[in-house]
């Protein structure tokens, strides 16, 4: 719990690389958890990173912060001693991205949606970011045909930001969700201010949902690893909140006024990086077409 609980302050932090970020991250473990074969799943700090190992070479889903790539990359190996042979980068926050020009150093090739490399650019003009670009982008999807899989990478609009895409692993029956799916640690995070709708989230989880079954293992961006059961759960939970804000704004209410009917109370999720508060207001803003929005 405790590495997930650190995942989810960091979900917005760039990782340029400092001593003090050194420090921060010395004591972080890698924590690997196999999935199906050849399918497995790093938790450390920052995004839950998804890989597919193998005989032709290891894909990495997300590569969480610059001072871990070395942790990472023993996780990684002691999957299968085959090279990185790609990362692929769900969306632009930095605890998914900052381990990208360490890897690309490397040799490995980085891809992302089109948007993700247009708000890593734009970081890094900015001086926000140290690098890391995808080399390789796209504007719907792309497939791999890696390890003995169909990895289809979809790219899925207004989610979580502009810039989201899923993962499917279609013979292991595996999904990785990125942080359009945030499971039980912190309420969900939407960056309004770059593309990210509470529709959007609604619909990938409804996206997914379709292609899933009782079997299915799906990786949320922060939090443990989760079933159809518990993303059907995110889902309705979505919709009650949404439903109950956008009843509060036909009837002319505040956002004060919305905050304060208790609508995240009845659900489980950990006041982490998000309180129902906050994101009762990204949900409202969202609706109301307002962009201005800080998550803390």
């Keep these: 719990m405790i590495r997930h609980l650190l995942a989810a302050t960091a979900l917005v932090t760039f990782a340029v690389p400092t001593a003090a970020n050194q420090d921060r991250f010395a004591n972080v473990e890698i924590e690997t958890q196999e999935i ?96 890391g670009l995808p080399v390789i982008t796209f504007s719907d999807g792309v497939t791999f045909h890696w390890n003995g899989d169909e990895i289809h990478v979809m790219h899925v609009h207004h989610a979580h930001t502009d810039g989201d895409s899923i993962v499917h692993w279609r013979g292991a029956n595996v999904f990785h969700m990125g942080d359009t799916f945030f499971n039980k640690v912190t309420w969900p995070y939407i960056d309004l201010g770059a593309g990210g709708s509470i529709e959007g989230v609604i619909a990938t989880a409804k996206r997914v949902l379709d292609h899933s079954d009782a079997d299915t293992r799906i990786i949320p961006g922060h939090g443990p690893l989760a079933t159809k059961a518990d993303l059907q759960a995110y889902h309705d939970m979505l919709i009650a909140i949404r439903d109950g804000v956008k009843a509060g704004i036909d009837a002319g209410k505040s956002l004060e006024q919305v905050q304060a009917r208790g609508l995240t109370e009845r659900y489980d999720t950990q006041e982490g990086f998000i309180t129902g508060a906050k994101f009762v207001e990204a949900v409202y803003k969202s609706l109301t077409g307002e962009t201005e929005y800080s998550p803390r």
């Design 36 to 131: 199906a074969p050849g399918v497995a799943v790093l938790f450390g700090a920052g995004g839950n990173i998804g890989v597919s190992h193998g005989e032709d070479g290891t894909i990495l889903v997300d590569d969480q912060f610059a001072p871990l790539t070395d942790k990472i990359v023993a996780a990684a190996m002691a999957l299968d001693d085959k090279p990185i042979r790609f990362v692929f980068n769900t969306h632009y926050h930095g605890d998914h991205t900052g381990g990208n020009e360490n890897l690309g150093d490397r040799g490995t090739l980085i891809m992302a949606h089109d948007n993700v490399r247009a708000r890593l650019a734009a970081a890094l003009e900015e001086g926000d970011s140290d690098g």
